[in-house]
C-alpha cells in the first residue's frame, strides 16, 4: 500500500524567501507525480506533473523533482508571494488511482 | 468550458437522513473518480466509475455508501443514515479516457458534508 508523507505540516515564511516543500513515497511504481494547491474551501489546482520518466519539471517560479529510487519529490517556489499561501498536497498516480500526503499549508507573510 | 461541477458546496444533514452529491464532469469526459477528505487528513480514493459502469470501488465503505454515472445526467455519490464520521469534503475528478501518465487530473470544488 502507498504512504505519502510531506513535511513539513506547515511552513511560515516572509514574503520574498523561497519555499521548499518535500513529499516522500513508500512504493517507487508509479505512474507520476504531481503536486496540488489546495485553497480554503475551494477545490485542487493541478500544478505541476512529472512523469516517472522524469527528474524535474518548472512552471514560472516553480519547480518540482522526482527522484523515483528514493522515493522523495521537492516542490520549490522561488520569490514568494503572499498569494502563494495556500495548502500544498503531493499525489503519487498508480494507474489511475492518486495517493495523497495530507499536504504543507503555507503562510507567506507580507 | 466548464470545469468539474459539484453541488451542493455545502450540505448539512442530521444524523440518519441521506445525502447526495452530485458530479458533472468536464464537457467531453466520460471517466469519474469520488475523493473524500477527512479533517487532517489527505484526500483518500473512494470509486471510480465510467458511464453506466463502476470501475473500482475499493476505497468505499461496505455500508451506506454508493455511487453511479448513469447514461445521461451527473455521477451520483448517495451517503444513506448518514453518521457523524461521515463528515468530510467530498472531491470529485474527471479524465476523457481511462487516465494517462502523461495526464492531468482535474478535480471540482468539492461537498462540504457536516452531519449533525
Known amino acids: 500500500k502507498q504512504e505519502v508523507t510531506q513535511i513539513p505540516a506547515a511552513l511560515s515564511v516572509p514574503e520574498g524567501e523561497n519555499l521548499v516543500l518535500n513529499c516522500s513515497f513508500t512504493?517507487?511504481?508509479?505512474?507520476?507525480l504531481q503536486w496540488f494547491r489546495q485553497d480554503p474551501g475551494k477545490g485542487l489546482t493541478s500544478l505541476l506533473l512529472i512523469q516517472s520518466s522524469q527528474r524535474e519539471q518548472t512552471s514560472g517560479r516553480l519547480n518540482a523533482s522526482l527522484d523515483k529510487s528514493s522515493g522523495r519529490s521537492t516542490l520549490y517556489i522561488a520569490a514568494s508571494q503572499p498569494g502563494d499561501s495556500a495548502t500544498y498536497l503531493c499525489a503519487v498516480v498508480d494507474d489511475y488511482k492518486l495517493s495523497f500526503g495530507a499536504g504543507t499549508t503555507v503562510t507567506v507573510r507580507a | 468550458n466548464a470545469g468539474v461541477m459539484q453541488n451542493p458546496r455545502h450540505l448539512v444533514r442530521r444524523r440518519g437522513q441521506e445525502a447526495r452529491l452530485r458530479c458533472s464532469p468536464m464537457k467531453g469526459h466520460s471517466h469519474v473518480y469520488w475523493y473524500r477528505q477527512l479533517p487532517e487528513e489527505g484526500l483518500k480514493f473512494m470509486v471510480y466509475l465510467q458511464k453506466e459502469n463502476i470501475i473500482d470501488e475499493s476505497g468505499m465503505p461496505k455500508e451506506r455508501f454508493s455511487a453511479e454515472f448513469p447514461k445521461e445526467g451527473p455521477s451520483i455519490l448517495r451517503i444513506q443514515q448518514v453518521v457523524r464520521g461521515d463528515s468530510a469534503a467530498y472531491f470529485c475528478?474527471?479524465?476523457?479516457?481511462?487516465?494517462?501518465?502523461?495526464?492531468?487530473?482535474?478535480f471540482g470544488s468539492g461537498t462540504q458534508l457536516s452531519v449533525l
Open positions: 512504493d517507487s511504481a508509479i505512474y507520476n
Open positions: 475528478a474527471s479524465s476523457p479516457d481511462r487516465l494517462r501518465a502523461n495526464e492531468k487530473l482535474f
